[in-house]
């Protein structure tokens, strides 16, 4: 019931719901459809409580509570843990929303709800039409038989995950092997019961060990009051046949429902032109229809970095009597291959783009908040804009968050950027029931066939880690020791899921793509080595080895590593208070979710570093720290190419703010390691490095076009001056690596200070600098830093400032703030080399006044 102190809300939604189905009614028969989004005059309550507020959809309980002012900021130093209540009570959401005359007329009346998350009894006018169990699925519900002229209300209740989530686990036979990613005790559950894998909700909800433990319920995507006259287009396949330069060919499918058997033309137009047409004839019920067309002198579709994205908007026409609906999908024109090929030392991993071996630059990708809802398309925007600045060329969306929204993987295509798209699943094994497995069947085909259309997607991953758990983490052992059944049984239900559901699921609805089925692996059902397929490699962290170790533990694709990072101090300000700037402070602790974080870090810098001066300058130092070692990863992993065609590290972004092993905090600041991989994926790569006891300069050339040019050697000492040179020729093939300098390095350092000199690399073309490095032979606690002098001047432009930066000695990572406020940088941490000018922009909209006021300058020398 819609209690009185919310009528005059009520009313004036109604009025407004009212406007929007007027205005898309239809005025006479034939096929007709309309949709408008449900998205005003929500309320929501305490299941059994009827204490109503307002309520944002899409959104969460979470969302809608502190919207009310009923709960503190969940990321806020403590408060996530004065929270878990929420997560174990049911809640209610309910509107009214009004049809007239002319919608009861239509042949159906349906709500379509692209995401519950994710136990949601759903009722239209008290008769309940559906319950849900799956956040990724999507579900059209006919509701015309519970309809009436007039006000209709819809009402939602959302269980508790947590104790549906109880109760499955207390029925299941034995206990589902889980990470300690799911952080039941921090959730208070029962008994320390971890329940997150019986629920299909996103992983990371539960926690991780860079997120929270928040556990939403809500409606998280948006709801649609559908009508629609005689047949409805249920979706549209593009599927592309054969690319020539003169024409590329291709077959569209028209998957239709239709309310009887009826004559109907079936149109296809590219870019607003039609292109083919056909006669079909519709059968009751949902029947697929297909037509071929051409596009002549197709664009191709390349990746950032080798080329542009042109895009094609085909748009399915289908007529029925003099009435028309379509359906429309944008298209990229590419071949792409996952290439797996014996050679002599394994199983080759790559993908061919276009006919082109091109090696993949790019992160993990994990969601943008703990509570999706509330993800703006701003803010997909900065991060899809922030992945091309960085030269790379691929993302992996990880297998514990979502699915993403459309417009993730619609910035993508327009930006060049390939998509490794896991399933959802990841660090925990899963029921293997009828019911689970059948759910599991429906969420794979939803999301296969919503984004199949897009020319980003490039494979289809099974999980995340589930099959090194099993073998390497000593899952199977642990489980075969309790009970050899269950274990069986166990790992059946992995077969069942990963290599039976979801690559059914691919092959039927997106047969042109590579199925992979769980990363790391080396095939299905064979754990990772580093010959024959993708690699997580974690020895750097968790087991302490040393960074130099990213140059040799290379497999054919490296597709998960990382070091750890605290968000910038502006950023620890906006969830912290001065007395917790202490690394080791209780809400600093609980903003850092690794089991060995703060240790971890310590140890690392401490091997290269001495102890810093302070709090702020110990964040500082473990920025620069977090983008020298992945620095160690990227050149190592792109000078072996074409042995190792990937380097995805871990990770680009973050849930909330938080100690992780983000590049860029959970406020889209970027961190050190950002403007470090932007330089290290850049399309030509110069690489100083120590092999043993040699001295050698890679240079990796990611075009598609020879080079010639000159590679200079300098080493410098910091103040500048020259001590020796080097000019070598370099004729550098496309799309290569190799060596281009080898000497022995106690001979090269015989007669130089490597405690005050630096080596300075550069490729020249055409008299351009195309490719520039640095390289220490010390850790920096073993150098004789100077205190340099840098002078700047700062110029007014048309988006924002120039800062123009010179220095008398070397200025080891120079990082430039402007305190509190906001801005961005187009470089930063970087050396200024001695006598060097350099220009940075400054975006922001400050003033000049206010901005000489915040600006400030830091260097590595003055952090001890």
Known sequence: MITPPMKRQFILSLILTSVLLSACQPKETGLMNSTTELNEGWQFSEHGKNEWLPATVPGSVHTDLLANEKIEDPFYRLNEHDLQWIDKLDWDYQTTFLVDAEWMKMDRVALDFKGLDTYAQVFVNEQEVIATDNMFREYLVDIKPHLQAGENTLRITFLSPIKEGLKKYDAHPFVIPVSDNDLAEIGEVEGGKKVSVYTRKAGYHFGWDWGPRLVPSGIWRPVYLKAWNEARIENLQIVQQEVQDEVAKFSAILEVESEKETPATYQIEVDGQAVSSTQIKL????????????????????????????????????????????????????????????????????FKLNGVPVFMKGANYIPNDVFPARVTDEQYRRVIETTKESNMNMLRVWGGGIYENDIFYDL?????????????????????????????????????????????????????????????????????????????????????????????????????????????????????????????YWGVWWGKEPFQNYATH?????????????????????????????????????????????????????????????????????????????????EGHRRAMPYCMGSLYWQINDVWPVASWSSTDYYQRWKALQYYVKKGFEPVLVSPYLDENFLKIGIVNDELRDINAQLNLQMLDFEGRVVWEKSVLADIPANSSDSYFDVNRYDFLRDKDSYRQVLVAEVVENGKVIAENVFYFRPVKEMKLPSPEVNYQIEATDEGFQIVLKSNQLAKNLFMTIGDEAGFFSDNYFDLLPGRTVKVSLKTDLSADSLAEVFKIQTLDAAF
């Open 412 to 536: 993508c295509d327009e930006a060049g950027i390939l998509v490794w798209q896991d399933f959802m699943f990841a660090c925990a094994m899963f029921p293997g029931d009828e019911a689970f497995l059948n759910n599991v069947k429906q969420e794979a085909i939803d999301n296969v066939k919503r984004l199949r259309n897009h020319p980003s997607i490039a494979l289809w991953c099974g999980n995340n880690e589930i099959l090194a758990a099993w073998y390497g983490w000593g899952w199977k052992k642990a489980e075969e020791a309790k009970s050899q059944e269950n274990a069986d049984k166990i790992w059946k239900s992995y077969q069942d899921i990963f290599h039976k559901v979801l690559p059914e699921a691919v092959s039927e609805h997106d047969p042109s793509r590579s199925y992979w089925a769980s990363s790391p692996s080396s095939g299905m059902g064979v754990p990772a080595d580093l010959v024959n397929g993708d690699e997580h």
């Open 283 to 350: 059968k009751k019920g949902m029947e697929s229809y297909a037509v071929d067309f051409e596009i002549e002198s197709p664009k191709l579709w390349w990746t950032n970095g080798l080329g542009e994205q042109p895009l094609y908007a085909v748009t399915a026409k289908l007529t029925v009597d003099g009435g028309s609906i379509e359906k429309e999908e944008r298209i990229g024109i590419r071949t792409l291959e996952l290439v797996r090929e014996k050679d002599e030392v394994g199983t080759s991993f790559y």
């Open 554 to 634: 290379i497999a054919r694709f490296m597709s998960e590593y990382g070091f750890q990072s605290f968000p910038e101090f502006k950023s620890v300000k906006q969830y912290a208070e001065p007395e917790d700037y202490d690394i080791v402070s209780e809400v600093m602790n609980s903003h850092q979710r690794s089991s060995i974080g703060n240790k971890t870090i310590e140890y690392y810098m401490l091997q290269d570093y001495e102890q810093p001066k302070d709090f702020e300058s110990f964040l500082y130092v473990n920025h620069v720290l977090q983008a020298e070692g992945i620095k160690f990863a990227v």
